[in-house]
Nanobody, 124 residues
């Protein structure tokens, strides 16, 4: 099945930028929703951005619209999340995930089937 490995997390000052990467392997069908989620301590995991890879259609949570950009490099099998104008409230563990079904655009964690191990982003 699909395997996902995130990288690129770290610490940044408010207003700064950071790019997360997620290497996706065993992705043979090429018809999944791929997404980024985040979870802060004592909070539920929330959807940040999702891309439907066959068409490149993107979906964003309102809290990150205009600041974050999700993209997929089909040749490199890599998912990206470019984060600009970062705020302290963006601090969380960030996960990439894959949804085999039809509802990934809803940005709900429960519809996603495969998950990476996460990478920490700290804005302070």
């Amino acid at each position: 099945h699909v395997q996902l490995v995130e990288s690129g997390g770290g610490s940044v000052q408010p207003g700064g930028s950071m790019r997360l990467s997620c290497e996706v392997s065993q992705y043979t069908t090429r018809d999944y929703y791929l997404g980024w989620f985040r979870q802060a301590p004592e909070n539920e995991r929330e959807g940040v951005a999702v891309i439907y890879t066959p068409k490149g259609t993107t979906y964003y949570d309102d809290s990150v619209k205009g600041r974050f950009t999700i993209s997929w490099d089909d040749a490199k099998n890599t998912l990206y999340l470019q984060m600009n104008t970062l705020k302290p409230e963006d601090t969380a563990m960030y996960y990439c995930a894959a949804d085999r079904g039809n509802f990934g655009y809803q940005l709900r964690a429960r519809t996603f089937d495969f998950w990476g191990q996460g990478t920490q982003v700290t804005v302070s």
